[in-house]
């Protein structure tokens, strides 16, 4: 027992970690976070306005959504803030295997005081999705289910999130 201890408490977190607050991402995540990205892209190519990534200036600290959406713009080569203060319409965490379901949740009151109209949580292990409309109301979303966002007209299939 002691040993597993001191090999917990000497595990150092990576730069990544560190700047983004969240774990490091797995072939999983990534996959997921890509397939997510391309339905949406694909289905709505001139409405939204998606990225991954992204520093957003929540309160307190920031925080880097996997995916967001704002309304669709050309891309602003000459201005490109590393901290954007503007909220986007829709972000979107994927919940990895060592964040607890408090730990997505603690995320939706600052997101949404921030100005984002909708959130998602991607939930893998049960092959989900649950969308929020403010911190405390949701619909969730599995199996052969059509993921349907009501605030922003979104819909897309649960299958093909993690096909």
């Known amino acids: 027992m002691e ?16 700047e983004r607050n969240k774990p490091m991402p797995t072939l999983l995540h990534g996959a997921i976070q890509l397939n997510i ?24 600290n920031g925080s880097t959504p996997d995916i967001i959406a704002y309304p669709y713009s050309e891309l602003d080569f000459q201005n490109d803030p590393s901290r954007r203060t503007d909220a986007p319409l829709l972000c ?4 990895s295997g060592s964040q607890s379901t408090k730990d997505m949740t603690s995320k939706l009151e600052p ?14 292990e049960l092959k989900a999705v649950i969308v929020y409309d403010s911190p405390y109301h949701y619909n969730f979303f599995h199996e052969n ?19």
């Open 3 to 18: 040993l597993l201890l001191e090999t917990v408490v000497e595990r150092e977190l990576s730069a990544y970690e560190i």
């Open 37 to 60: 990205g391309s339905e949406l892209k694909i289905k709505y190519p001139k409405q939204f306005r998606l990225a991954s990534e992204v520093l957003l200036d929540t309160q307190p």
């Open 92 to 95: 979107i965490e994927i919940q």
């Open 111 to 124: 997101y949404f005081s921030f100005g984002i109209k909708s959130c998602w949580i991607v939930v893998p």
């Open 145 to 163: 289910e059509i993921v349907k966002d009501s605030v922003l007209g979104i819909e897309i299939s649960v299958e093909k999130i993690f096909e």
